[in-house]
């Protein structure tokens, strides 16, 4: 079994249990890997997901699969997916029933729903504090494993938070199909909710979809792609910029002054154009006629053969597209749900609720580009573009990143402050980074035990900080992207103004922390609309102890510097 670091091991009279599961597993290790998509296999839950929820069921006569699991199932075998049940099973170490008699019920529920290629069980009870009972994600790990993918390209569907938990701190993706017995602020903090297993399958799939290319597509010359933002907003469009530069002979980037720095960062970018949008930019600067007309002038002057525009899910790329046709761009893709007119020729819709690296990467598709066999569909950033970091020390410390562009996604002070206080005391190196206009802030922070980078780090200088860290804790703000485009765990410290199924941490192991069922949840409120920003305040900084030890990353402290004749030795 995985064994995350600084958690303890199973009690050795488990283990033999364990292996026993893992032998179960009809796994080919030498089958050849699926074709490049978004997902290789999909891990179930057992109880309460694929079978009426029987407490320490040992009895196989007891087994009732759930309304349509067993045609929902047979839709993913269909599309090639492989299938992997992740379970807790604390009953056996209850004395509930016996393994002989999981392993009956295992197989009846087998017999009602067909094959599974993998099994994962965790006989442990939670103060055996192992390494695998959800949340935990050593299940996840091994059955990716096992099944010979990773834990990035596996979605798991459950009933309850400890299996969302586990598919975040795995970097797995995690659908929950909610119960009565789900608690109500279990499905506020799920990424995705479905009605039931037949809908969460529905939404699998279609997912998958969004992302194919019709068909292949005749190779381009000039593309021009679009996305105006912030840096965080360029940085989650990277794998459609990567698509279309996969089928394009030069990709030439239109992006806003505070998406610059991140787009010089991302892979496939031939030229930036760097140009404000009064329809896009906050605070909005005035429509200045002339300075439109030089911008069509520019984007005349890029002579495109097609533009792909790409923009969040609550903006319009309509306005863009006009200046674009009096550019005289031939071809233009853009989702839209506004009727169009004559302004798009690719005109693509994406349900709610989708990631927006996968809403990027689906409008590529849907204009003919796809990531090439290889490209992983996550985040990337180019490392030769990765300036030489500041002086934080050896790798694996921690970084905290307190403040944020937009004021209700920061950290709050005192919470940032107790949170290097407490991470210290643990023995965790802490580094606390910000921009220029937050130096006061960082200093304050980093007072109480913290290294302090404040103002001393541009996007690619933090960008390089981020790579030698453990992990990272901030707020959904834009170095949380850098952090997933590095493969660096993340802890977020997610207001919920914003959906967490969309603007979480992509394919990176993640802890969310925060209560997400909060009154601004889902305004996109810039200002915190409730006093007190209680959504994070109330976050105890121990919970962020916690969720560094559940993503494995120790603590790991220099020995304390001791007065010697003559000066100090470490």
């Given amino acids: 079994m995985f064994t995350p670091r600084g958690v303890g091991n199973p009690p050795p009279v488990r283990r033999d249990h364990e292996r026993d599961q893992c032998r179960s597993a009809r796994v080919d290790p030498g089958a050849d890997r699926l ?32 309304p349509g699991a067993r045609e929902a199932l047979d839709r993913l075998r269909a599309a090639g997916l492989r299938l992997a049940v992740v379970s807790n099973q604390s009953g056996l170490a209850r004395g509930c029933f016996t393994a002989d008699d999981l392993r009956r019920v295992n197989a009846r529920v ?39 993918t ?29 119960t009565p017995a789900t608690r109500a602020a279990e499905v506020a903090a799920a990424p995705t909710v479905a009605a039931d297993l ?40 990277g794998p459609g910029i990567r698509a279309v530069a996969a089928g394009a002979e030069r990709v030439v980037l239109l992006c806003g002054p505070r998406g610059r720095a991140a787009a010089e960062l991302l892979p496939g970018i031939d030229e930036i154009i760097e140009w404000p949008l009064p329809w896009i930019d906050a605070p909005a600067p005035p429509v200045d006629p002339a300075g439109m007309r030089t911008l069509v002038d520019r ?31 031939p071809r233009i893709s853009a989702i839209s749900d506004d009727y169009p007119g004559a302004l798009l020729d690719v005109r693509h819709r994406v349900p709610v609720g989708v990631p927006e690296p996968e809403r990027a990467l689906s409008l590529a598709a849907a204009a003919g580009f796809a990531l090439p066999a290889g490209d992983e569909p996550g985040l990337r950033l180019r490392a030769d573009r990765l300036p030489p970091a500041p002086a934080a020390g050896e790798p694996g410390y921690v970084v905290l990143h307190p403040g944020s562009s937009v004021e209700t996604r920061a950290c709050p002070f005192e919470l940032a402050t107790r949170i290097v206080r407490v991470l210290s005391a643990a023995g965790y190196r802490v580094v606390v980074t910000g921009g220029p206009d937050e130096r006061e802030l960082t200093a304050q922070v980093a ?27 901030v ?26 199924g969309q603007w979480g941490p992509y394919r990176v192991p993640t802890v969310r922390l925060g209560d997400a069922g909060a009154a601004c949840r889902d305004t996109r409120a810039m200002r915190c609309p409730v006093p007190g920003h209680p959504c994070l305040s109330a976050v105890e900084p121990g919970r962020v102890l916690e969720a560094l030890r559940l993503l494995g990353v120790p603590a790991d402290a220099p020995e304390p510097l001791v007065t010697v004749p003559g000066g100090v030795v470490g």
């Fill in 299 to 329: 984007l005349a002057a890029v002579r495109a053969e097609e533009a792909v525009v790409f923009t969040s899910f609550h903006q319009s790329a309509l306005p863009l597209a006009l200046l674009l046709r009096m550019a005289g761009v």
């Fill in 150 to 178: 990773t834990p990035a390209r596996c979605v798991l569907v459950g009933d309850i938070g400890a299996d969302m938990a586990a598919a975040a701190a795995a970097g797995a993706a995690g659908i929950m199909v909610p």
């Fill in 475 to 500: 707020g959904n703000t834009g170095p949380a992207h850098l952090a997933a485009a590095l493969g660096v765990p993340v802890v977020s410290l997610f207001a919920p103004t914003v959906p967490f």
């Fill in 110 to 148: 087998e017999e009602l729903l067909g094959p599974f290629d993998c099994w994962q069980i965790c006989p442990h009870g939670e103060p055996d504090r192992c390494a695998c009972r959800k949340p935990a994600p050593g299940l996840v790990h091994a059955a990716a494993r096992a099944l010979g």
């Fill in 447 to 473: 007072a109480v035990g913290g290294l302090d980078l404040g103002g001393r780090t541009g996007l690619g200088e933090l960008a390089a900080v981020v790579a030698r860290a453990g992990a990272l804790v």
């Fill in 198 to 237: 037949p809908d969460a399958v529905s939404t699998i799939l279609g997912r998958m979809r969004l992302v194919t290319a019709p068909e292949p597509a005749p190779r381009r010359g000039t593309v021009l792609v679009a996305r105006s933002d912030a840096a965080g907003d360029v940085l989650v469009t």
């Fill in 35 to 66: 074709p490049s998509g978004l997902y290789d296999a999909v891990l179930l839950d057992r109880d309460g997901t694929l079978v009426e929820d029987v407490p320490y069921n040992g009895d196989p006569e007891k087994v009732r699969p759930l």
